[in-house]
T-cell receptor, first 111, second 111 residues
Framework: DAKTTQPTSMDCAEGRAANLPCNHS???????VYWYRQIHSQGPQYIIH???NNETNEMASLIITEDRKSSTLILPHATLRDTAVYYC????????????FGTGTRLTVIP | DTAVSQTPKYLVTQMGNDKSIKCEQN?????MYWYKQDSKKFLKIMFS???????INETVPNRFSPKSPDKAHLNLHINSLELGDSAVYFC??????????FGQGTRLTVV
């Protein structure tokens, strides 16, 4: 079962930062926050993950609150190709890598 | 080269038939998965498999069975297809519990 809550949809202007929030108030100490996205008609794509520190890679930044009950995925300069459904997933640090996808946030980047 | 590839991309078949979907990964990963995405776009884990164990989602009918001829392949066999099996099936792989890489999906339509 998904342990996260995300807004159903968001819009973002092209070139602006897209900030996608996620609530995971029941997260436990041995669980990571993962983000994946699914562009229309494609398979899910890994974006980033974190435990408690903020993380950044070539695709995005992940900001996790100090109490770890929520996080924000930041796409610094959204492009039209970033239009997709973004999934925030909580999963255990070790053990089975079975991902439980919720409904995600449909991000639409507007020209 | 495609990291995780599935064949066929589209499969249309009649009720009651038996079919297989093939999946190959060239990433050297030790764990492979099958996910199902239904018409409402919910993505659910079906199986995860590595050399040591097969983990089955208890909601998956036993008409579905994964078969792994070697570490790089995990094929999905479906017996006695039903209308409700129509969905997009995604194969994925990972190295242990690191991030998963997904294939492009197989759209199965049962008529």
């Amino acid at each position: 079962d998904a342990k996260t809550t995300q807004p159903t949809s968001m819009d973002c202007a092209e070139g602006r930062a897209a900030n996608l929030p996620c609530n995971h108030s029941t997260i436990s100490g041995n669980e990571y926050v993962y983000w994946y996205r699914q562009i229309h008609s494609q398979g899910p794509q890994y974006i980033i993950h974190g435990l408690k520190n903020n993380e950044t890679n070539e695709m995005a930044s992940l900001i996790i609150t100090e109490d770890r009950k929520s996080s924000t995925l930041i796409l610094p300069h959204a492009t039209l190709r970033d239009t997709a459904v973004y999934y925030c997933i909580v999963r255990a640090i070790t053990g089975a890598n079975n991902l439980f996808f919720g409904t995600g946030t449909r991000l639409t980047v507007i020209p | 080269d495609t990291a995780v590839s599935q064949t066929p991309k589209y499969l249309v078949t009649q009720m009651g038939n038996d079919k297989s979907i093939k999946c190959e990964q060239n990433l050297g990963h030790d764990t492979m998965y099958w996910y199902k995405q239904d018409s409402k776009k919910f993505l659910k884990i079906m199986f995860s498999y590595n050399n040591k164990e097969l983990i089955i989602n208890e909601t998956v009918p036993n008409r579905f069975s994964p078969k792994s001829p070697d570490k790089a392949h995990l094929n999905l066999h479906i017996n006695s297809l039903e209308l409700g099996d129509s969905a997009v099936y995604f194969c994925a792989s990972s190295q242990g519990d690191r991030e998963a890489f997904f294939g492009q999906g197989t759209r199965l339509t049962v008529v």
